[in-house]
């Protein structure tokens, strides 16, 4: 069975530090993907960054960092120089088998401290 | 600009009401999905839907019910046979692909309360 685990409920940073964010998966299928969202207080869910099983390269986009260890079935999300704006939920998800259809994890706070 | 309208932002049901939380998308995606998430949690898949005419129940369908009648709309209802529907819907949209990682993106939510 699909699923994925986040074991830090919640974590803090000190601005302009980088910050490791935990995420674990399990899944039987060869090709998966693993999305990480994040949620502001607001509620909407925004799209950080996405890391595909096959791909060689762990996945970046601008401070956002993917350290994805297949062989472990772990997908970091690594955050660096934190913000005052980072302050917020952050979620793993899989992608379950196909149609594009995401398993989310329980999530992690994070807050970030001036 | 492009998006996901929710609306209502909140919303109240009093007992024995169905309820009704509209989800409309101008990005011109093909797949549609409607999310539960309770304090503290996760999201939890309700319903989601590929194509028009066409939807398929996700983990927690039970006391809900969609249509999906225009490629835009994906309206939730939530019925009297769900006893518990105090909660954030999130409504989410993406392109439709069997493999590769499109995002979905998001409403801003519908906060459900029972009075």
């Known amino acids: 069975a699909q699923k994925i685990t986040q074991t830090q409920p919640g974590m803090f940073v000190q601005e302009k530090e980088a910050v490791t964010l935990d995420c674990t998966y399990d899944?039987?299928?060869?090709?998966?993907?693993l999305f990480w969202y994040k949620q502001p207080s607001s509620g909407e869910m925004i799209f950080l960054i996405y890391?595909?099983?096959?791909?060689?390269q762990n996945a970046t986009e601008g401070r956002y960092s993917l350290n994805f260890q297949k062989a472990r079935k772990s997908a970091n999300l690594v955050i660096s120089a934190s913000q005052l704006g980072d302050s917020a939920m952050y979620f793993c998800?899989?992608?379950?088998?196909?149609?594009?259809?995401?398993?989310f994890g329980a999530g992690t706070r994070l807050a970030v401290h001036p | 600009d492009g998006g996901i309208t929710q609306s209502p932002k909140y919303l109240f049901r009093k007992e024995g009401q169905n309820v009704t939380l509209s989800c409309e998308q101008n990005?011109?995606?093909?797949?549609m999905y409607w999310y539960r998430q309770d304090p503290g949690q996760g999201l939890r898949l309700i319903y989601y839907?590929?194509?028009?005419?066409?939807?398929q129940k996700g983990d927690i369908a039970e006391g809900y019910s969609v249509s999906r009648e225009k490629k835009e709309s994906f309206p939730l209802t939530v019925t009297s046979a769900q006893k518990n529907p105090t909660a954030f819907y999130l409504c989410?949209?993406?392109?439709?692909?069997?493999?590769?990682?499109?995002?979905?993106?998001f409403g801003d939510g519908t906060r459900l309360s029972i009075l």
């Open positions: 899944t039987s299928d060869p090709s998966y993907g």
């Open positions: 839907s590929q194509i028009v005419n066409d939807f």
């Open positions: 998800a899989l992608l379950s088998g196909g149609y594009n259809k995401l398993i």
């Open positions: 990005l011109n995606h093909d797949a």
């Open positions: 890391q595909g099983s096959y791909d060689q």
């Open positions: 989410a949209s993406s392109i439709a692909s069997k493999s590769s990682g499109q995002p979905q993106h």
